[in-house]
T-cell receptor
Framework: NAGVMQNPRHLVRRRGQEARLRCSPM?????VYWYRQLPEEGLKFMVY????????ESGMPKERFSAEFPKEGPSILRIQQVVRGDSAAYFC?????????????FGEGSRLTVL | GNSVTQMEGPVTLSEEAFLTINCTYT??????LFWYVQYPGEGLQLLLK?????DKGSNKGFEATYRKETTSFHLEKGSVQVSDSAVYFC?????????????FGTGTRLQVFP
């Protein structure tokens, strides 16, 4: 039973390029969360999605960042015109249902380096 | 808003020493509380949780008790091993939207030496 799969694991971009990070949730999970971990810092919530819907994007920067979770296929976090400050580890987590269970299942993260 | 405060690391211990990592929280309502662990190069894994006041979560020798009166959820282990070296995150559930969204502390790095 595969866990949360994220790719790429490592991504290098130059300033101004676009970064696309993909997340396939665990089988049977329809809720996806994206978190960002800056070097030597904790995890900051970015966005929560259900299939085809953004439920909570209160942690997303207003510009350059977008996320989607289509009916078919993985969730995608897209960063346009990357800057050095976007260098971080981006973690995706999934859960099977809405509710206060608290157990999020995390992927191994995608580490973005902006040169 | 809701928030979690953890003691700063790194915490450096010898094998078999006693471990305490402090965690306090601020929240409206009655959140669930969690400890997650992150091993080098990996994602986070749930270590233990408690869903109401006075509950004790436990796993792999680690324990934490939900203390409403002191708004705390300190992590303890009686005898640490080198394999426990990792970053530990305290978290609470955000009660908005009735979701599993978690708010994390900044993490505490534990280093255990033989």
């Amino acid at each position: 039973n595969a866990g949360v799969m994220q790719n790429p694991r490592h991504l290098v971009r130059r300033r101004g390029q676009e970064a696309r990070l993909r997340c396939s949730p665990m089988k049977g999970h329809s809720h996806v969360y994206w978190y960002r971990q800056l070097p030597e810092e904790g995890l900051k919530f970015m966005v929560y999605l259900q299939k085809e819907n953004i439920i909570d994007e209160s942690g997303m920067p207003k510009e350059r960042f977008s996320a989607e979770f289509p009916k078919e296929g993985p969730s995608i976090l897209r960063i346009q015109q990357v800057v050095r400050g976007d260098s971080a580890a981006y973690f995706c987590a999934s859960s099977p249902r809405t509710g206060i269970t608290g157990e999020l299942f995390f992927g191994e993260g995608s580490r973005l380096t902006v040169l | 808003g809701n928030s979690v405060t953890q003691m700063e690391g790194p915490v450096t211990l010898s094998e078999e020493a006693f471990l305490t990592i402090n965690c306090t929280y601020t929240a409206t309502g009655y959140p669930s509380l969690f400890w997650y662990v992150q091993y080098p190069g990996e994602g986070l894994q749930l270590l233990l949780k408690a869903t109401k006041a006075d509950d004790k979560g436990s796993n792999k020798g680690f324990e934490a008790t939900y203390r409403k009166e002191t708004t705390s959820f300190h992590l303890e282990k009686g005898s640490v091993q080198v394999s426990d070296s990792a970053v530990y995150f305290c978290a609470l559930s955000d009660l908005k939207f009735n979701t599993d969204k978690l708010i994390f502390g900044t993490g505490t790095r534990l280093q255990v030496f033989p």
